[in-house]
């Protein structure tokens, strides 16, 4: 029994561990958000990275995070968050409908990766696809 018990909680730490390390964190010590700060194209879509602190949720500002805010083709803007990992990835959090996640990496004017679209409805899944943005001018949710 003692065994038993002893293999449920490895695994529950090994499970713990394992989804915690793929959950990217902010490196709140890097300047590289200074050259990212802007406005950027989407297929049609604008978006802002802010130098102003942002936080995950509708807690205090979190080291490291910044506001994003997307525009929609709907007057008004959604908001977001962004941040830059300690390997020099961008990640950038949409919280309009069902959420989007976009991890990207500086490409000259451009960012270049996926995104990852969640959903709230238990089981579905959404592979990452290829998404790309340039740096744009006059966007109305620029900073």
């Not at 300047?31 to 807690?59: H, I, M, N």
């Amino acid at each position: 029994m003692r065994n038993r018990n002893l293999i449920a909680l490895v695994l529950v730490i090994g499970g713990c561990r394992a989804g915690s390390s793929s959950s990217p964190t902010p490196d709140a010590a890097t300047d590289q958000w200074r050259t990212l700060v802007g406005c950027y194209r989407k297929e049609g879509e604008l978006f802002s990275l802010d130098s102003v602190p942002g936080t995950r949720s509708a807690s205090t500002p979190e080291p490291g995070i910044r506001l994003a805010r997307f525009e929609r083709s709907t007057p008004g803007t959604v908001p977001g968050y962004w941040f830059v990992t300690s390997q020099g990835t961008l990640w950038v959090v949409s919280h309009a409908g069902w959420g989007a996640t976009y991890e990207l990496e500086q490409r000259g004017d451009s960012l270049v990766g996926q995104i990852h679209l969640h959903s709230h409805v238990v089981g579905t899944r959404f592979s990452p696809t290829p998404v790309s943005a340039v740096r744009a001018t006059g966007c109305p949710a620029e900073p």
